[in-house]
C-alpha cells in the first residue's frame, strides 16, 4: 500500500480541522487576535527581518509562483503513473483540485466583507502555499521513502522541505503583503487535507481497482 498506517492520523485529522475552525472563527469575525499576529508579523518582517536572512526569504520567493508549483504537481502525478501507481496518480490530481474549489469556497464566505459594495480580502487558506505543502508531503511521504533508504537523508530532505516552505511564507508576506493569518490556514487546512486525503486513499483504493478495472499498485 502506498499510504502506510498511522495511529495518530484520526487525531492529526481532528487537531488541524480544529485549529483551522479556530482561525476561520477569528478571521470571520474579524476578532483583534488576528489583527494583532497579521499586523505584528507584517511589521517584523518587512521591517525588522536581519538583512543576513534576506538571501532566504529571496530563495522562497523564487519558488513562491503557480507556474512553478504546477508544473512540479504535473510530475509527480506522472511519476506515480511510471510508477505504476495509476490510482494513486488521480487520487493526487483529484485531492487537489477539490483543495481548490474547497479554498475558493471557505475564502468567499471567510473574507467577503460590505465596505462601499461588496469586497473580497485575501483568500485563506492561501491556495499558493497549500499546494506546496501538499507537493513537500507526497515527496516525503510518497516518493522519496521509495528512493532513498538512509534515515539521516530523509530527515536532512525534511528540514529543508520545511525551512523552504517557511522561506516562501514569510516571501509572500514581504513581497506580496499577504496576511499571516492566510499562512496559518493553508498550513492549518493544507496538513488537515492531506491527513484525510490518505485515510480515503486507505480506505478507497482498493475499491476504486475493482470498479476500473485496472492493472496497478495501490
Known amino acids: 500500500m502506498l499510504i502506510q498506517p498511522d495511529k495518530l492520523r484520526k487525531v492529526l485529522i481532528l487537531i488541524f480541522s480544529l485549529l483551522f475552525v479556530f482561525l476561520a472563527i477569528q478571521v470571520r ?25 534576506q538571501w532566504w526569504i529571496t530563495f522562497g520567493a523564487s519558488f513562491a509562483h503557480y507556474w512553478i508549483a504546477l508544473p512540479i504537481m504535473g510530475i509527480l502525478a506522472s511519476l506515480l503513473y511510471l510508477m505504476n501507481y495509476k490510482i494513486a496518480m488521480w487520487w493526487l490530481i483529484t485531492t487537489q483540485v477539490l483543495a481548490m474549489i474547497l479554498v475558493s469556497i471557505i475564502s468567499f464566505v471567510l473574507k467577503i466583507h460590505w465596505i462601499d459594495g461588496f469586497k473580497l480580502g485575501p483568500a485563506i487558506p492561501n491556495l499558493l502555499l497549500l499546494w506546496w505543502l501538499q507537493i513537500f508531503a507526497i515527496c516525503e511521504v510518497v516518493i522519496v521513502p521509495r528512493l532513498i533508504s538512509d534515515q539521516r537523508v530523509r530527515l536532512f530532505m525534511t528540514v529543508c522541505a520545511v525551512m523552504l516552505w517557511m522561506a516562501m511564507l514569510v516571501a509572500c508576506i514581504q513581497k506580496y503583503n499577504i496576511p499571516l493569518s492566510s499562512g496559518l490556514g493553508s498550513l492549518f487546512f493544507g496538513y488537515f487535507w492531506w491527513q484525510f486525503s490518505e485515510e480515503q486513499y486507505r480506505k478507497r483504493a482498493n475499491h476504486w481497482r475493482r470498479v476500473l478495472e485496472i492493472d496497478t499498485l495501490i
Open 29 to 53: 469575525f474579524d476578532m483583534l487576535f488576528i489583527h494583532v499576529i497579521d499586523n505584528g508579523a507584517t511589521l517584523i518582517i518587512q521591517n525588522l527581518m536581519p538583512r543576513h536572512l
